[in-house]
């Protein structure tokens, strides 16, 4: 089993849809958890941390569910500008590296 | 100002060349990572620093050798490049090693071995 599983995708949606991503993760004693945005042939950007309680910046809404072992990423209003590719990332142990999904394609259409 | 900046952003070489590429941070970060990224877009750690100590290496071939002369410095020089090292190749460092923050990651230096 992978570290950290994402749906590849891609997913193609018009403008102003509700989009969500999943992410499930292997490691119970996982600390801390990333989404990333990667735009084409850029490096990979913070876009948001993930806390339990979950957490909103705007369009974007974060959640997670420990006991599922489970990240998800919700994009209200999707915006031509939302076309990236979103990761999904893992610190499983204080002190060790980030563990990064394949990520998700997400191409957003007028 | 750039935050975490690498060089150089493109390298073409042929297989069996030695090459280096650079990477500073002026985000005054303790730790520092190289990752490679493949075709398949998957993000692999290869090396990790903390303030110029190695504490990470990855199952990586030894022709892969990091050298960090300072904490804000970070460089891999590859040798006997072979096709398979084509990939491209991110800096990123974090405010501590513990990754409470997540990373800043440089532009990424495209690496082409022909």
């Known amino acids: 089993r992978k570290e950290v599983e994402q749906d590849p995708g891609p997913f193609n949606v018009p403008e102003g849809a509700t989009v969500a991503f999943n992410c499930t993760y292997s490691?119970?004693?996982?600390?801390?958890f990333f989404w990333y945005r990667q735009d084409c042939r850029k490096e990979p950007k913070l876009l948001m941390s993930?806390?339990?309680s979950g957490n909103e910046d705007g369009r974007f809404t974060a959640q997670l569910n420990r006991a599922s072992q489970y990240i998800s990423l919700l994009i209200r209003d999707s915006k031509l500008s939302d076309s990236a590719t979103y990761l999904c990332?893992?610190?499983?142990?204080?002190?060790?590296?980030?563990?990064f999904g394949q990520g998700t394609e997400l191409s957003v259409k007028p | 100002d750039t935050a975490v900046s690498q060089t150089p952003k493109y390298l073409v070489t042929q297989m069996g060349n030695d090459k280096s590429i650079k990477c500073e941070q002026n985000?005054?970060?303790?730790?520092m990572y190289w990752y490679k990224q493949d075709s398949k877009k998957f993000l692999k750690i290869m090396f990790s620093y903390n303030n110029k100590e190695l504490i990470i290496n990855e199952t990586v071939p030894n022709r892969f050798s990091p050298k960090s002369p300072d904490k804000a410095h970070l460089n891999l020089h590859i040798n006997s490049l072979e096709l398979g090292d084509s990939a491209v190749y991110f800096c990123?460092?974090?405010?501590?090693?513990?990754?409470?923050?997540?990373?800043?990651f440089g532009s990424g230096t495209r690496l082409t071995v022909v």
């Open positions: 990123a460092s974090s405010q501590d090693g513990r990754n409470n923050y997540g990373y800043t």
């Open positions: 993930v806390y339990s």
């Open positions: 490691n119970s004693a996982s600390q801390s």
């Open positions: 990332v893992v610190n499983p142990t204080q002190g060790g590296k980030l563990i």
């Open positions: 985000l005054g970060h303790d730790t």
